[in-house]
Protein backbone atom coordinates (compact mmCIF):
# COMPACT_ATOMS: atom_id res chain seq x y z
CA UNK A 1 0.00 0.00 0.00
CA UNK A 2 1.26 3.54 -1.24
CA UNK A 3 2.37 5.42 1.82
CA UNK A 4 1.09 8.44 0.13
CA UNK A 5 -2.42 7.06 0.14
CA UNK A 6 -2.08 6.22 3.49
CA UNK A 7 -0.73 9.34 4.64
CA UNK A 8 -4.17 10.92 2.96
CA UNK A 9 -6.70 8.55 4.77
CA UNK A 10 -4.88 9.76 7.79
CA UNK A 11 -4.85 13.15 7.31
CA UNK A 12 -8.31 12.81 5.76
CA UNK A 13 -9.79 10.93 8.58
CA UNK A 14 -8.35 13.54 11.05
CA UNK A 15 -10.10 16.55 9.59
CA UNK A 16 -13.08 14.76 9.17
CA UNK A 17 -13.06 13.53 12.92
CA UNK A 18 -13.15 17.39 13.62
CA UNK A 19 -9.63 17.68 14.26
CA UNK A 20 -7.87 21.30 12.93
CA UNK A 21 -5.33 20.58 10.44
CA UNK A 22 -2.06 22.94 11.21
CA UNK A 23 -1.80 26.16 9.32
CA UNK A 24 -0.60 25.22 5.52
CA UNK A 25 0.74 28.49 4.40
CA UNK A 26 3.86 30.04 6.42
CA UNK A 27 3.59 33.23 4.42
CA UNK A 28 4.05 34.53 0.92
CA UNK A 29 6.53 33.09 -1.34
CA UNK A 30 9.83 34.54 -1.19
CA UNK A 31 11.46 37.36 -3.38
CA UNK A 32 13.23 36.46 -6.52
CA UNK A 33 16.06 38.42 -8.76
CA UNK A 34 15.61 38.09 -12.86
CA UNK A 35 18.58 36.45 -12.66
CA UNK A 36 17.67 33.78 -10.39
CA UNK A 37 14.39 33.03 -12.18
CA UNK A 38 16.17 32.70 -15.63
CA UNK A 39 18.36 30.18 -14.31
CA UNK A 40 15.57 28.46 -12.40
CA UNK A 41 14.11 27.99 -15.80
CA UNK A 42 17.20 26.24 -17.07
CA UNK A 43 17.20 23.99 -13.95
CA UNK A 44 13.85 23.12 -15.13
CA UNK A 45 14.42 22.11 -18.54
CA UNK A 46 18.07 20.80 -17.81
CA UNK A 47 16.76 18.29 -15.55
CA UNK A 48 14.25 17.19 -17.33
CA UNK A 49 16.66 16.18 -19.96
CA UNK A 50 18.15 14.56 -17.32
CA UNK A 51 15.48 12.65 -16.13
CA UNK A 52 15.32 11.31 -20.09
CA UNK A 53 18.46 10.66 -20.56
CA UNK A 54 18.52 8.68 -17.12
CA UNK A 55 15.95 6.15 -18.20
CA UNK A 56 16.96 5.44 -21.63
CA UNK A 57 20.67 4.61 -19.31
CA UNK A 58 18.77 2.74 -16.96
CA UNK A 59 17.07 0.86 -20.21
CA UNK A 60 20.52 -0.30 -21.35
CA UNK A 61 22.43 -0.70 -18.09
CA UNK A 62 20.17 -1.53 -15.22
CA UNK A 63 19.58 -5.65 -14.90
CA UNK A 64 18.43 -8.05 -17.59
CA UNK A 65 15.48 -7.45 -19.16
CA UNK A 66 14.18 -10.49 -21.15
CA UNK A 67 14.79 -11.04 -25.21
CA UNK A 68 11.49 -9.23 -26.71
CA UNK A 69 12.27 -5.52 -24.97
CA UNK A 70 15.32 -5.05 -27.51
CA UNK A 71 12.29 -5.59 -30.47
CA UNK A 72 10.28 -2.82 -29.51
CA UNK A 73 10.67 0.32 -30.90
CA UNK A 74 11.78 2.70 -28.06
CA UNK A 75 14.18 1.72 -25.21
CA UNK A 76 11.94 0.38 -22.31
CA UNK A 77 12.22 0.67 -18.83
CA UNK A 78 9.56 -1.87 -16.00
CA UNK A 79 9.16 -2.64 -12.65
CA UNK A 80 8.76 -6.07 -13.23
CA UNK A 81 12.43 -6.29 -14.67
CA UNK A 82 15.48 -6.95 -12.29
CA UNK A 83 17.42 -4.29 -11.23
CA UNK A 84 21.40 -4.81 -11.46
CA UNK A 85 24.36 -3.49 -9.24
CA UNK A 86 24.06 -0.36 -10.77
CA UNK A 87 20.44 0.28 -9.18
CA UNK A 88 21.51 2.54 -6.26
CA UNK A 89 22.83 5.14 -8.25
CA UNK A 90 20.19 5.41 -10.66
CA UNK A 91 17.90 5.94 -7.59
CA UNK A 92 19.63 8.56 -6.47
CA UNK A 93 20.49 10.00 -9.47
CA UNK A 94 16.73 9.75 -10.34
CA UNK A 95 16.01 11.69 -6.75
CA UNK A 96 18.40 14.55 -7.53
CA UNK A 97 17.10 15.21 -10.70
CA UNK A 98 13.10 15.56 -9.45
CA UNK A 99 14.34 17.71 -6.36
CA UNK A 100 16.02 19.93 -9.69
CA UNK A 101 13.01 20.00 -11.14
CA UNK A 102 10.58 21.33 -8.08
CA UNK A 103 13.15 23.45 -7.08
CA UNK A 104 12.78 25.66 -10.91
CA UNK A 105 9.33 24.84 -11.08
CA UNK A 106 8.56 26.71 -7.74
CA UNK A 107 11.57 29.85 -8.39
CA UNK A 108 9.01 30.33 -11.18
CA UNK A 109 6.43 30.22 -9.25
CA UNK A 110 7.43 32.44 -6.63
CA UNK A 111 9.02 34.59 -9.23
CA UNK A 112 5.01 35.13 -10.56
CA UNK A 113 3.76 36.05 -7.36
CA UNK A 114 6.31 38.64 -6.84
CA UNK A 115 4.63 41.81 -5.23
CA UNK A 116 4.88 45.19 -7.14
CA UNK A 117 7.18 47.34 -5.41
CA UNK A 118 10.68 46.63 -3.54
CA UNK A 119 14.06 46.82 -5.34
CA UNK A 120 13.06 43.70 -7.40
CA UNK A 121 10.02 45.29 -8.69
CA UNK A 122 7.15 43.40 -11.14
CA UNK A 123 10.14 42.61 -13.54
CA UNK A 124 10.72 38.70 -12.51
CA UNK A 125 6.90 38.46 -12.64
CA UNK A 126 6.98 39.57 -16.35
CA UNK A 127 10.01 37.70 -16.98
CA UNK A 128 8.45 34.24 -15.38
CA UNK A 129 5.50 34.47 -17.31
CA UNK A 130 7.17 35.33 -20.55
CA UNK A 131 9.23 32.42 -20.16
CA UNK A 132 6.14 29.79 -19.51
CA UNK A 133 4.96 28.92 -23.32
CA UNK A 134 8.90 28.76 -24.31
CA UNK A 135 9.71 26.87 -21.47
CA UNK A 136 6.54 24.57 -21.59
CA UNK A 137 7.46 24.21 -25.67
CA UNK A 138 10.90 22.89 -24.81
CA UNK A 139 9.53 20.26 -22.32
CA UNK A 140 6.97 19.37 -25.18
CA UNK A 141 9.57 18.57 -27.42
CA UNK A 142 12.05 16.83 -25.10
CA UNK A 143 8.77 14.45 -24.11
CA UNK A 144 7.86 14.03 -27.92
CA UNK A 145 11.93 13.19 -28.29
CA UNK A 146 12.89 10.96 -25.68
CA UNK A 147 14.17 7.53 -26.44
CA UNK A 148 13.04 5.41 -23.81
CA UNK A 149 9.53 5.02 -21.85
CA UNK A 150 9.25 3.65 -18.06
CA UNK A 151 6.07 2.06 -18.89
CA UNK A 152 5.12 -0.79 -21.04
CA UNK A 153 1.30 1.09 -21.43
CA UNK A 154 2.00 2.90 -24.78
CA UNK A 155 2.84 -0.10 -26.37
CA UNK A 156 -0.58 -1.50 -25.07
CA UNK A 157 -2.46 1.34 -26.19
CA UNK A 158 -0.64 0.45 -29.87
CA UNK A 159 -1.77 -3.26 -30.23
CA UNK A 160 -5.37 -2.35 -28.84
CA UNK A 161 -5.75 0.44 -31.11
CA UNK A 162 -4.79 -1.61 -34.11
CA UNK A 163 -7.28 -3.92 -33.16
CA UNK A 164 -10.18 -1.05 -33.59
CA UNK A 165 -12.56 0.41 -32.00
CA UNK A 166 -14.00 -2.71 -30.27
CA UNK A 167 -10.36 -4.69 -29.44
CA UNK A 168 -11.98 -7.06 -26.40
CA UNK A 169 -11.18 -10.22 -29.07
CA UNK A 170 -7.50 -11.04 -30.91
CA UNK A 171 -7.55 -12.84 -33.40
CA UNK A 172 -5.12 -15.58 -34.15
CA UNK A 173 -2.18 -14.08 -36.10
CA UNK A 174 -3.79 -10.94 -36.33
CA UNK A 175 -0.37 -9.03 -35.63
CA UNK A 176 2.82 -9.61 -38.31
CA UNK A 177 6.10 -8.07 -39.03
CA UNK A 178 7.65 -5.26 -36.31
CA UNK A 179 4.41 -6.39 -34.17
CA UNK A 180 4.57 -9.66 -34.04
CA UNK A 181 8.04 -9.42 -32.46
CA UNK A 182 6.71 -7.75 -29.60
CA UNK A 183 2.97 -9.15 -28.84
CA UNK A 184 3.88 -13.03 -29.70
CA UNK A 185 6.05 -12.66 -27.22
CA UNK A 186 4.76 -10.00 -24.76
CA UNK A 187 1.08 -10.60 -23.29
CA UNK A 188 -1.22 -8.08 -24.18
CA UNK A 189 -3.96 -8.09 -21.90
CA UNK A 190 -7.45 -7.42 -22.09
CA UNK A 191 -8.22 -3.49 -22.32
CA UNK A 192 -10.27 -2.36 -18.94
CA UNK A 193 -11.17 0.98 -20.87
CA UNK A 194 -13.89 2.07 -22.01
CA UNK A 195 -15.67 2.35 -24.98
CA UNK A 196 -14.68 6.20 -25.70
CA UNK A 197 -10.96 6.08 -25.02
CA UNK A 198 -10.78 2.48 -27.60
CA UNK A 199 -12.46 4.45 -30.18
CA UNK A 200 -10.32 7.40 -29.55
CA UNK A 201 -7.10 5.25 -29.02
CA UNK A 202 -8.04 3.32 -32.65
CA UNK A 203 -8.34 7.01 -34.21
CA UNK A 204 -4.80 7.98 -33.02
CA UNK A 205 -3.04 5.12 -33.13
CA UNK A 206 -4.21 5.06 -37.05
CA UNK A 207 -2.49 8.17 -38.00
CA UNK A 208 0.81 6.70 -37.28
CA UNK A 209 3.17 4.48 -40.36
CA UNK A 210 4.91 2.05 -38.34
CA UNK A 211 5.36 0.85 -34.49
CA UNK A 212 7.12 3.78 -33.52
CA UNK A 213 4.87 6.24 -35.57
CA UNK A 214 1.86 4.89 -33.92
CA UNK A 215 3.56 5.69 -30.84
CA UNK A 216 4.79 9.37 -31.77
CA UNK A 217 1.28 9.79 -32.34
CA UNK A 218 -0.21 8.88 -28.97
CA UNK A 219 2.69 11.48 -27.72
CA UNK A 220 1.42 14.57 -30.03
CA UNK A 221 -1.90 13.86 -28.91
CA UNK A 222 -0.68 13.64 -25.26
CA UNK A 223 0.79 17.23 -26.05
CA UNK A 224 -3.03 18.19 -27.32
CA UNK A 225 -4.46 17.03 -24.77
CA UNK A 226 -2.23 18.30 -21.62
CA UNK A 227 -2.06 21.88 -23.89
CA UNK A 228 -6.09 22.03 -23.17
CA UNK A 229 -5.77 20.42 -19.50
CA UNK A 230 -3.08 24.02 -19.42
CA UNK A 231 -6.04 26.30 -21.15
CA UNK A 232 -9.04 24.66 -18.55
CA UNK A 233 -6.22 25.28 -15.59
CA UNK A 234 -5.98 29.09 -16.54
CA UNK A 235 -9.98 29.64 -17.50
CA UNK A 236 -10.38 27.96 -14.06
CA UNK A 237 -8.69 29.61 -11.38
CA UNK A 238 -7.21 32.71 -13.55
CA UNK A 239 -3.83 32.00 -11.67
CA UNK A 240 -0.73 32.57 -13.57
CA UNK A 241 0.76 30.61 -11.06
CA UNK A 242 -1.96 27.87 -11.34
CA UNK A 243 -1.17 27.61 -14.79
CA UNK A 244 2.35 27.75 -14.88
CA UNK A 245 2.63 24.95 -12.33
CA UNK A 246 0.82 23.28 -14.72
CA UNK A 247 2.27 23.65 -17.55
CA UNK A 248 5.41 23.61 -16.58
CA UNK A 249 4.83 20.70 -14.57
CA UNK A 250 7.88 17.59 -15.51
CA UNK A 251 5.66 14.70 -14.31
CA UNK A 252 2.87 15.63 -16.34
CA UNK A 253 5.03 15.98 -19.78
CA UNK A 254 6.53 12.29 -18.84
CA UNK A 255 3.85 10.69 -17.75
CA UNK A 256 1.25 11.99 -20.14
CA UNK A 257 3.74 12.69 -23.16
CA UNK A 258 6.80 10.38 -22.94
CA UNK A 259 4.67 7.17 -21.06
CA UNK A 260 1.30 8.80 -23.15
CA UNK A 261 -0.87 7.44 -20.54
CA UNK A 262 -4.14 7.55 -21.16
CA UNK A 263 -5.36 9.60 -17.73
CA UNK A 264 -4.89 12.47 -19.69
CA UNK A 265 -8.47 11.89 -21.89
CA UNK A 266 -10.24 11.89 -18.23
CA UNK A 267 -8.29 14.71 -16.40
CA UNK A 268 -9.81 17.25 -19.53
CA UNK A 269 -13.54 15.92 -19.61
CA UNK A 270 -13.40 16.39 -15.63
CA UNK A 271 -11.74 19.56 -15.62
CA UNK A 272 -14.07 20.53 -18.45
CA UNK A 273 -17.12 19.70 -16.71
CA UNK A 274 -15.73 21.39 -13.55
CA UNK A 275 -15.81 24.82 -15.74
CA UNK A 276 -19.29 24.05 -16.86
CA UNK A 277 -20.27 23.56 -13.44
CA UNK A 278 -19.11 27.09 -12.42
CA UNK A 279 -21.14 28.50 -15.51
CA UNK A 280 -24.19 26.88 -14.52
CA UNK A 281 -24.22 24.47 -17.34
CA UNK A 282 -24.79 21.04 -14.89
CA UNK A 283 -26.73 18.90 -17.71
CA UNK A 284 -23.58 19.23 -20.08
CA UNK A 285 -21.31 18.79 -17.17
CA UNK A 286 -23.14 15.43 -16.07
CA UNK A 287 -22.32 14.08 -19.95
CA UNK A 288 -18.92 15.02 -19.85
CA UNK A 289 -18.44 13.35 -16.55
CA UNK A 290 -19.90 10.05 -17.83
CA UNK A 291 -17.71 10.23 -20.91
CA UNK A 292 -14.79 10.76 -18.53
CA UNK A 293 -16.23 7.35 -16.95
CA UNK A 294 -16.08 6.06 -20.23
CA UNK A 295 -12.30 6.32 -20.39
CA UNK A 296 -11.38 4.94 -17.11
CA UNK A 297 -14.47 4.00 -14.51
CA UNK A 298 -13.12 5.55 -11.76
CA UNK A 299 -12.94 8.98 -12.94
CA UNK A 300 -17.09 8.89 -12.42
CA UNK A 301 -16.33 8.71 -8.67
CA UNK A 302 -13.64 11.39 -8.77
CA UNK A 303 -16.37 13.57 -11.00
CA UNK A 304 -18.62 13.51 -8.22
CA UNK A 305 -16.87 15.60 -6.55
CA UNK A 306 -16.96 18.37 -9.27
CA UNK A 307 -20.86 19.53 -8.14
CA UNK A 308 -20.11 19.30 -4.17
CA UNK A 309 -20.76 23.20 -3.79
CA UNK A 310 -24.82 22.82 -5.83
CA UNK A 311 -26.05 21.16 -2.87
CA UNK A 312 -26.53 17.58 -1.51
CA UNK A 313 -29.65 17.01 -3.04
CA UNK A 314 -28.33 18.44 -6.72
CA UNK A 315 -24.83 16.58 -6.15
CA UNK A 316 -26.66 13.30 -5.52
CA UNK A 317 -28.56 13.88 -8.50
CA UNK A 318 -26.11 14.54 -10.94
CA UNK A 319 -23.68 11.98 -9.79
CA UNK A 320 -26.27 9.42 -10.32
CA UNK A 321 -27.12 10.40 -13.83
CA UNK A 322 -23.05 10.69 -14.78
CA UNK A 323 -23.32 6.90 -13.40
CA UNK A 324 -25.99 5.78 -14.90
CA UNK A 325 -25.11 6.96 -18.74
CA UNK A 326 -21.84 6.10 -18.57
CA UNK A 327 -22.72 2.49 -17.31
CA UNK A 328 -26.06 2.58 -20.25
CA UNK A 329 -22.90 4.16 -22.79
CA UNK A 330 -20.37 1.01 -21.76
CA UNK A 331 -23.41 -1.54 -22.61
CA UNK A 332 -24.24 0.01 -25.42
CA UNK A 333 -20.91 0.72 -27.39
CA UNK A 334 -18.89 -2.19 -25.34
CA UNK A 335 -21.31 -4.17 -23.74
CA UNK A 336 -20.79 -8.05 -22.33
CA UNK A 337 -16.96 -8.46 -23.38
CA UNK A 338 -16.23 -5.13 -22.11
CA UNK A 339 -17.16 -6.50 -18.58
CA UNK A 340 -15.84 -9.76 -18.99
CA UNK A 341 -12.52 -8.01 -19.74
CA UNK A 342 -13.11 -6.13 -16.16
CA UNK A 343 -13.54 -9.44 -14.54
CA UNK A 344 -11.10 -11.67 -15.84
CA UNK A 345 -8.18 -8.65 -15.18
CA UNK A 346 -9.35 -7.94 -11.39
CA UNK A 347 -9.26 -11.82 -10.72
CA UNK A 348 -6.07 -12.15 -12.14
CA UNK A 349 -4.40 -9.42 -10.51
CA UNK A 350 -6.18 -10.89 -7.16
CA UNK A 351 -4.88 -13.61 -7.42
CA UNK A 352 -1.52 -12.62 -7.96
CA UNK A 353 -1.62 -10.21 -5.25
CA UNK A 354 -1.12 -11.27 -1.53
CA UNK A 355 -4.75 -11.58 0.09
CA UNK A 356 -4.03 -9.43 2.88
CA UNK A 357 -3.55 -6.58 0.37
CA UNK A 358 -6.68 -7.35 -1.31
CA UNK A 359 -8.27 -6.57 1.49
CA UNK A 360 -6.65 -3.12 2.28
CA UNK A 361 -7.61 -2.55 -0.98
CA UNK A 362 -11.07 -3.35 -0.71
CA UNK A 363 -11.20 -1.31 2.57
CA UNK A 364 -9.62 1.61 1.19
CA UNK A 365 -11.84 1.68 -1.94
CA UNK A 366 -14.70 1.60 0.77
CA UNK A 367 -13.25 4.48 2.94
CA UNK A 368 -12.60 6.46 -0.49
CA UNK A 369 -15.89 6.03 -1.68
CA UNK A 370 -17.24 6.90 2.11
CA UNK A 371 -15.41 10.48 1.86
CA UNK A 372 -17.35 10.77 -1.50
CA UNK A 373 -20.22 10.66 -0.12
CA UNK A 374 -19.39 12.95 3.27
CA UNK A 375 -18.00 15.71 0.43
CA UNK A 376 -21.39 15.48 -1.37
CA UNK A 377 -23.68 15.74 1.82
CA UNK A 378 -21.96 18.00 3.65
CA UNK A 379 -20.57 20.01 0.59
CA UNK A 380 -16.97 20.11 2.85
CA UNK A 381 -13.98 18.67 1.15
CA UNK A 382 -10.78 17.68 3.25
CA UNK A 383 -7.51 19.28 1.98
CA UNK A 384 -5.40 15.75 1.07
CA UNK A 385 -8.56 13.73 0.36
CA UNK A 386 -7.81 13.92 -3.30
CA UNK A 387 -4.98 11.88 -3.00
CA UNK A 388 -7.06 8.92 -1.76
CA UNK A 389 -8.61 8.30 -5.44
CA UNK A 390 -5.54 6.77 -6.42
CA UNK A 391 -6.99 3.82 -4.31
CA UNK A 392 -9.30 3.22 -6.83
CA UNK A 393 -7.45 2.11 -9.46
CA UNK A 394 -6.41 -1.58 -9.27
CA UNK A 395 -2.96 -0.53 -8.71
CA UNK A 396 -1.48 2.57 -7.82
CA UNK A 397 0.74 4.08 -10.54
CA UNK A 398 2.49 7.54 -10.66
CA UNK A 399 0.86 9.06 -13.21
CA UNK A 400 -2.49 8.53 -11.11
CA UNK A 401 -1.65 10.82 -8.48
CA UNK A 402 -2.33 13.60 -11.32
CA UNK A 403 -5.88 12.49 -10.21
CA UNK A 404 -5.55 15.09 -7.69
CA UNK A 405 -5.26 17.89 -9.41
CA UNK A 406 -8.93 17.72 -10.21
CA UNK A 407 -9.48 17.50 -6.91
CA UNK A 408 -7.73 20.06 -6.29
CA UNK A 409 -9.49 22.47 -8.84
CA UNK A 410 -12.67 21.61 -7.63
CA UNK A 411 -11.85 22.42 -3.93
CA UNK A 412 -9.99 25.45 -4.89
CA UNK A 413 -7.48 24.13 -1.69
CA UNK A 414 -3.76 23.36 -2.23
CA UNK A 415 -3.49 23.94 -6.06
CA UNK A 416 -0.13 24.71 -6.12
CA UNK A 417 1.13 22.62 -3.73
CA UNK A 418 -0.49 19.89 -5.20
CA UNK A 419 1.22 20.58 -8.61
CA UNK A 420 4.70 21.58 -6.69
CA UNK A 421 4.25 17.77 -5.04
CA UNK A 422 3.48 15.77 -8.19
CA UNK A 423 7.10 15.12 -9.32
CA UNK A 424 8.70 13.98 -6.09
CA UNK A 425 5.89 11.64 -5.02
CA UNK A 426 5.34 10.41 -8.39
CA UNK A 427 9.31 9.65 -8.46
CA UNK A 428 8.64 7.82 -4.95
CA UNK A 429 5.61 6.03 -5.82
CA UNK A 430 7.52 4.55 -8.96
CA UNK A 431 8.39 0.99 -8.93
CA UNK A 432 10.70 1.40 -11.40
CA UNK A 433 13.03 2.67 -8.69
CA UNK A 434 12.52 0.71 -5.71
CA UNK A 435 11.80 3.63 -3.06
CA UNK A 436 9.30 2.25 -0.87
CA UNK A 437 11.34 2.75 2.14
CA UNK A 438 12.87 5.60 1.00
CA UNK A 439 8.37 6.93 0.28
CA UNK A 440 8.38 6.50 3.98
CA UNK A 441 9.00 10.19 4.67
CA UNK A 442 5.68 11.49 3.62
CA UNK A 443 4.00 9.61 6.71
CA UNK A 444 6.81 10.36 8.82
CA UNK A 445 6.48 14.17 7.87
CA UNK A 446 2.90 14.00 8.20
CA UNK A 447 3.00 12.80 11.48
CA UNK A 448 5.71 15.42 12.69
CA UNK A 449 3.60 18.20 10.96
CA UNK A 450 0.38 17.15 12.98
CA UNK A 451 2.84 17.04 16.27
CA UNK A 452 4.22 20.26 15.99
CA UNK A 453 0.34 21.33 15.42
CA UNK A 454 -0.87 20.00 18.93
CA UNK A 455 1.99 21.14 20.76
CA UNK A 456 1.51 25.05 19.13
CA UNK A 457 -2.25 24.57 20.37
CA UNK A 458 -1.76 25.05 23.44
CA UNK A 459 0.57 28.14 23.51
CA UNK A 460 -2.02 29.82 21.10
CA UNK A 461 -5.14 28.83 23.88
CA UNK A 462 -2.78 30.44 26.54
CA UNK A 463 -1.50 33.70 24.38
CA UNK A 464 -5.90 34.17 23.58
CA UNK A 465 -6.40 34.13 27.28
CA UNK A 466 -3.66 36.07 28.45
Not at 145 to 164: E, H, I, K, R, T
Not at 414 to 433: E, F, H, Q, R
Request: aromatic share 12%.
Amino acid sequence: MSPVVLTALFLTAWEIAGRRLPALAAGPWPRVSRAVTGAAALVLVAAFAGQLLLTAYQAGHDGSPPAWVSRTPFLFVDEAFPFGAGHAAIMAAALALVLLQTAGLAVLIAALTQPSGGPAGPAPARLAWSLVPFTAGVLAVLALWSPAVSSGDVFGYVGLGMLGPHPFARPPHFFSGEYARVFDAWHLRPTIYGPLWTALNAAVVSLGAGFAGKVLALRLFGVVLLSAFVALAYALTRSRAVTAATALNPMLWFQFVTNAHNDAYGLCLLAAALLLVQRGRRLWAVVLVAAAGCVKFPFVVLGAVLFAREGPRRAILCTVAAAALCFAASALFAGRPYLDALLVTARTRAAFTDPVLNEMKTALSLATLAVTAFILLRGRFPVFAGWLYTGLAPVLFPWYLAWAVVYALASRTLLVGTLLALPVLATLSDGIYHFETVALVVPVAALAWIARGLRAEPRIAASAIR
